[in-house]
């Protein structure tokens, strides 16, 4: 009994940091949260890389790496800038990639009008791996607005839209199974409940004769391009034709005088 006790509130705990994880990611206002389930597998996923000059980010998913809600950090030395917040996330996505953003970090000092700093990371579709490790792209600061930091990685999180079916497939999907299983059950019962042979062990052979017939008649009527030969109608003979004239002629030599 004990162990069943410990074993679900580890089930609970789990379950609370679940949805603790989930909580800290939030979206900028006007974005959809669905497609943070794009990401979801990812939740609590952290990624290390140094650069040429000693920097080393830290990159975590949707779940802060400090007490101000820091998704992305830099690190030389003993200084640490936040370059975005998980409180502060925007989120696109294509066929193969999704474009995760992380807004509202430390400012500037002298750089891009003292605007706080931004990182973006490209997560292209990999399906042999949950999450590659992040590669830094370009640190964008020459600009007046809108200095960015650019990381890559590569994840299955972003195939999901290959793999999916669309409406009319699902569609298609469902008629076909219905009809394979309509024929097997039928056939199985026409032959071994019914006893009957041939053609006859097809379901309600009948009806579909009937339907295929009238589907027949129905595509003859309206794709017909041809006009119908006018039936001629029947004459009968005259009496010039047979030489009724020249009979009445050999009758008359033939009678008595």
């Not at 640190?139 to 999180?157: A, H, I, M, T, W």
């Not at 024929?183 to 579909?208: C, D, M, N, S």
Request: hydrophobic share 35%.
């Amino acid at each position: 009994m004990k162990f069943i006790h410990s074993q679900l509130l580890l089930v609970f705990v789990f379950l609370c940091n679940i949805r603790q994880i989930r909580s800290e990611c939030s979206v900028e206002p006007g974005i959809n949260d669905d497609k943070l389930k794009l990401i979801e597998p990812l939740f609590g996923q952290t990624r290390t890389v140094t650069d040429g000059e000693n920097y080393e980010y830290e990159f975590s998913f949707c779940k802060s790496l400090d007490d101000t809600s820091a998704g992305v950090t830099q690190t030389k030395d003993d200084t640490k800038r936040v370059l975005g917040r998980v409180n502060a996330t925007s989120i696109k996505n294509g066929t193969d990639w999704i474009f995760l953003t992380y807004k509202d970090g430390d400012k500037y000092g002298s750089h891009c009008n003292s605007e706080k700093r931004q990182s973006h990371l490209i997560i292209l579709c990999n399906p042999g791996t949950l999450l590659g490790e992040v590669q830094i792209l370009e640190e964008n600061r020459e600009k007046n607005s809108d200095c960015y930091y650019l990381f890559e990685v590569q994840s299955s999180v972003a195939c999901v839209n290959k793999s999916s079916f669309s409406f009319g497939w699902v569609l298609i999907i469902l008629i076909l199974s219905i009809a394979t299983v309509y024929l097997v059950v039928g056939f199985l019962y026409q032959r071994y409940v019914a006893h009957a042979k041939g053609t006859e062990q097809i379901p309600h052979l009948a009806y579909w004769q009937k339907l295929g017939g009238l589907s027949a008649d129905g595509c003859d009527f309206i794709c017909r391009c041809q006009k119908t030969e006018e039936v001629r109608s029947y004459k009968g003979l005259g009496d010039d034709q047979l030489g009724m004239d020249e009979d009445e002629d050999r009758d008359e030599n033939i009678l008595p005088m």
